[in-house]
């Protein structure tokens, strides 16, 4: 499949309230030991990886992301069939991925991120 889903987002007020839950609840092994308190959840066998943390605004969200080649063409795919542009391509950090943000004709928020070559 071109483009697939890569990583997921689980973010709300409390981070690591929501770091303890899925690890508890699932048994996901979540590493929040980094300045932004982002708990990276390395992909099970069959599956992807993602994070769960605190979001900046406090408000709850979830998020997946695609991967793609181009995230300026691909956010211009999203607008000419009906999605607005959230945020533009941006770095995350020095050396981490970058990503872009849309809402889809049905509101709901959904991520870009760059393929790395391999």
Do not use: C
Not at 37 to 49: H, K, Q, R, S, T
Not at 63 to 85: M, P, R, S, W
Not at 96 to 102: C, D, E, R, Y
Not at 110 to 116: E, T
Request: charged share 15%; proline share 10%; glycine share 16%.
């Amino acid at each position: 499949m071109p483009n697939p889903v890569v990583h997921f987002e689980i973010m709300g007020g409390e981070g690591a309230a929501l770091v303890d839950f899925y690890a508890g609840t699932f048994g996901w092994e979540i590493d929040a030991a980094n300045p932004m308190n982002y708990g990276l959840v390395p992909a099970a066998e069959g599956g992807i990886g993602g994070g769960v943390g605190p979001a900046m605004d406090g408000k709850p969200f979830v998020t997946v992301y695609i991967q793609v080649d181009d995230l300026a063409k691909a956010l211009e795919a999203v607008e000419a069939g009906g999605g607005t542009t959230l945020m533009p391509p941006t770095e995350v950090m020095p050396g981490g991925p970058n990503i872009a943000l849309f809402n889809d004709p049905a509101g709901n928020r959904v991520g870009l991120v760059l393929a790395r070559p391999s």
